[in-house]
């Protein structure tokens, strides 16, 4: 429990229906998009405005509470959960385009703008935001900036990181900074790319400056079809080396795709072992020359079957089924949880193999689903909670995979973050120094671990 | 000066001095005055996939000897660092945060750091971020590294991702009567699907738009833009032009160079000043190149910086500060700073902004 004192400060900035302290209204924040986590928080605030947060986090520090700001609760790891009788700031309602700048190809949102929100508002001018998480209709960009969302077009396109140009952000002790130039390209140090997938640690964004594209004139979407995983593996790697730079390449395999089939009817091929979807875009005449060089090599490559898109709902439908594949996939089961370790694209095949190895000898059904030309996997373990240690093992085996991604050479996550989920495993890919300097780091920001207390870092205070 | 071939001889040089400086190939004199350790001994490639678009180099290597590397395997640096016929190393580029009038289509220095080996002030060497193209884990010091002038630590190792090299490039020049004029068509070209790979606008009002890509395609696209540039465009010697851009060709001498980032509106309104001698705009307007005159100094520059809210980098040309104008630093760099450097063994040239409120009230 908070002191009264606590509450009563919140109460003179929010009023009553937006300062949530009774239980039931509680229950609604306890859990993000991982529902095996949760906690209770001591109270809820919905700001409408950058003044409210800022009171809210200086309330906070002043009464030593530990805060966490939420958007949509998305998060796939723990990130978005509340620290216990802290406070959750919610900040959906903080849904403004500050600032839109078409010229500049330049957009400044709050941070409970919608991720395809910032895309609907530039289309007018042939403008999108790149970044496209899954979760992207009702996701927010203040959670895709504080766990550096991903989405399908990274390889290309990367991250958040690389879309943010400045944000402006309250820092835990309740401190305004103004980081980042705001351009594509400025003086000094990249302070706000740093914030960005810093999953909450280094305070909240209040406001953040977006880079916009012009949308690709053409895509091309070819999805093909495949006899083993190792076919559809071996064909990214034939791809990369053919010199083509696609907008993405992703695989799904027979669970997968049978469980999109079942869901969306996106015409996926459900009697293959593997479905490559690969998608070249930009302008017309680049994409017209790209593709006979595509279709060399995915023929050379003997798939089942190939399709090409051959309009823009056939290829609407295309990325519907995959990005509609977490919640298909778990549509087959009880219960699942979702890992997004990375390993190096040429050890993809080896990883999938000690995927099927560990699912084997776990007795656990796995799907892949995964961002191919980047390296990052998606397995989806599949569980039944109800049995006695069910949740114990899903979680056994997702380690071993979180492992077997960091003996590869690669990363325990790629998009997700390592919000609460992932944490035993931060210690296992930096040692030692690399991760003493995250710890001194978070206290020279944050010395009390006021914010977001418990992701990504073991916190000492506790 | 203490030149370290490894990384146990770069951690004893930092904790040999209460001060270091460090330099490179010394391509941005302004940036290493005062050097007391250079990296140009430690140097070569570590690790290179072609097929993972990834590789790693000590932060001595030379940007030529990178790029010969890349080119053999038909990739190349995106971000297109400047000053590299000049000796710029890897280490240099990243500590300046500098990147070339290409990093316009797919992004700076900064969007292709993915691992960074570095030496804190005290002597530890950490390794942030990864190998790999995508990483979520963990606080992502590379990003940060990149134009923190080595103020967090000594750059000892670096990942990049790399792209496949395209297969042919071109470049149109259209001169314009006013600036404004230029800029409405550097704004057609931004916002169209042509997708330019570099966009530059210099003092004479003239436009140098560069494409790249399929082979097939490319005439096609030259067509295109030479369309949305309106009027009296030609095609001119591309790799003479990108390379005049990207060394600076264009700087009289006895002038500083500037580099300042910001919306072009204000950085329009900083280059008409009597002490900008000439200027070049790159990345659509996003970045302002500016030349001062030596003798005249940079005192009056910032003031019109600082007027503007814009901050500016003093690379070249004589003694100047490094850093003008606004201030480049946060509160969120300044602590940072205290965590990385606590006994403030390197430079502190990046001045942090004041406080713009109370940490608490």
């Known amino acids: ?462 | 000066m203490d030149t370290p071939a490894d990384l146990n001889e770069l951690r004893e040089a930092v904790l040999s001095r209460d001060a270091v400086r460090t330099t490179g190939g010394g391509s941005k004199p302004n940036l290493s005055r005062g050097a007391n350790l250079s990296l140009a001994a430690f140097r070569g490639v570590v690790e290179y996939d072609p097929c993972e678009y990834t590789i790693t180099a000590r932060a001595g290597t030379p940007l030529t000897e990178l790029q010969g590397i890349l080119a053999d395997k038909g990739q190349y640096l995106p971000f297109d660092p400047p000053l590299a016929e000049r000796g710029a190393t890897l280490g240099g580029t990243v500590a300046a945060g500098l990147s070339g009038s290409g990093a316009f289509r797919h992004g700076v220095v900064r969007d292709f750091l993915l691992g960074v080996r570095f030496v804190t002030g005290d002597g530890q060497i950490v390794f942030g971020g990864g190998k790999v193209v995508k990483n979520a884990a963990g606080f992502d010091f590379p990003k940060l590294m990149a134009g923190a002038l080595g103020e967090l630590g000594v750059l000892a190792e670096l990942t990049l991702k790399v792209f496949p090299r395209p297969e042919r490039v071109a470049t149109l020049e259209a001169r314009y009567d006013s600036r404004a004029a230029a800029a409405a068509a550097m704004r057609r070209l931004a916002l169209s699907q042509v997708e330019p790979a570099c966009l530059d606008l210099d003092s004479e009002h003239r436009l140098y738009v560069r494409l790249a890509g399929a082979h097939a395609a490319l005439d096609a696209r030259i067509a295109r833009a030479r369309t949305l540039l309106g009027h009296d465009a030609r095609e001119i010697d591309d790799e003479a032009c990108w390379r005049d851009s990207r060394e600076f060709a264009w700087l009289p001498p006895d002038a500083l160079l500037v580099k300042v980032g910001g919306s072009f509106d204000r950085l329009a309104a900083i280059v008409d000043a009597a002490d900008v001698v000439r200027h070049r705009f790159a990345l659509a307007g996003h970045v302002a190149w500016l030349a001062c005159p030596v003798a005249a100094g940079v005192a009056s520059l910032a003031e019109r910086l600082r007027a503007q809210r814009l901050a500016g980098l003093v690379l070249l040309g004589g003694e100047a500060p490094v850093c003008v104008g606004r201030s480049v630093g946060d509160p969120l760099f300044a602590r940072l700073r205290d965590a990385l450097d606590p006994q403030a063994v390197f430079a502190r040239s990046i001045v942090v902004q004041e406080l713009a409120h109370a940490a608490s009230d």
């Not at chain 1, 010199?243 to 695989?251: H, P, Q, R, T, V």
């Open chain 1, 1 to 462: 429990m908070q002191p009264a004192s606590f509450l009563r400060e919140l109460a003179a900035v929010f009023p009553a229906p937006r300062l949530l302290t009774a239980a039931g209204a509680l229950s609604a924040y306890k859990s993000d998009g991982l529902t095996v986590f949760h906690a209770q928080p001591a109270a809820v605030v919905l700001p409408e405005t950058a003044g409210e947060v800022l009171a809210a986090v200086r309330i906070c520090h002043r009464h030593g509470v530990p805060f966490m700001a939420r958007g949509s609760g998305t998060s796939l790891s723990g990130g978005a959960m509340p620290v216990e009788q802290g406070l959750v700031i919610g900040l959906n309602r903080m849904n403004r385009v500050l600032d839109y700048r078409p010229a500049e190809r330049v957009a400044v949102v709050e941070p409970g703008v919608l991720n395809h929100q910032v895309s609907r508002h530039a289309a007018a001018d042939g403008l999108y935001y790149a970044p496209d998480p899954s979760s992207g209709p009702v996701c927010t960009i203040g959670g895709n900036v504080a766990f550096n969302a991903g989405g399908a077009h990274c390889l290309k396109h990367g991250m958040t990181a690389n879309h943010v140009l400045g944000i402006k952000a309250v820092l835990p002790d309740g401190e305004i900074a103004d980081l980042g130039s705001g351009s594509l390209d400025g003086a000094g140090p990249g302070s706000a790319s740093f914030f960005v997938g810093s999953e909450g640690l280094f305070g909240i964004a209040l406001e953040i400056a977006l880079r916009l594209l012009p949308l690709p004139e053409r895509y091309h979407t070819v999805l093909g079809a495949y006899s083993s995983m190792q076919a559809a593996g071996d064909t990214v790697t034939r791809i990369v080396e053919s010199g083509l730079l696609c907008g993405a390449i992703e695989i799904m395999d027979r669970l997968s795709i049978q469980a999109v089939e079942l869901a969306v009817h996106a015409g996926y091929p459900t009697d293959a072992a593997a479905a490559l979807l690969v998608e070249l875009e930009g302008p017309a005449e680049e994409v017209e020359a790209e593709i006979p060089k595509l279709a060399a090599v995915l023929e050379r490559s003997r798939p089942n079957s190939l399709r090409v898109a051959a309009d823009a709902a056939e290829r609407a439908k295309i990325w519907k089924g995959r990005k509609a594949a977490f919640s298909a996939v778990g549509r087959l089961s009880a219960d699942f949880i979702v890992q997004d370790g990375v390993v190096p694209r040429t050890r993809l095949g080896e990883a999938l193999a000690e995927i099927d190895r560990l699912s084997a000898e776990f007795g656990m059904p796995v799907a892949n689903v995964f961002h191919a030309g980047d390296g990052n996997l998606h397995p989806l373990i599949l569980f039944d909670a109800r049995k006695r240690g069910g949740l114990e093992r899903a979680e056994k085996l997702a380690g071993e995979i979180l492992r077997l991604c960091i003996r590869l050479g690669g990363s325990i996550t790629g998009e997700h973050g390592v919000g609460l989920e992932k944490r035993p495993y931060l210690p296992e890919q930096y040692l030692g120094a690399d991760l003493d300097v995250m710890h001194r780091v978070r206290r020279a920001v944050d010395p009390r671990e006021l914010a977001n207390r418990g992701k990504m870092l073991v916190p000492a205070a506790v």
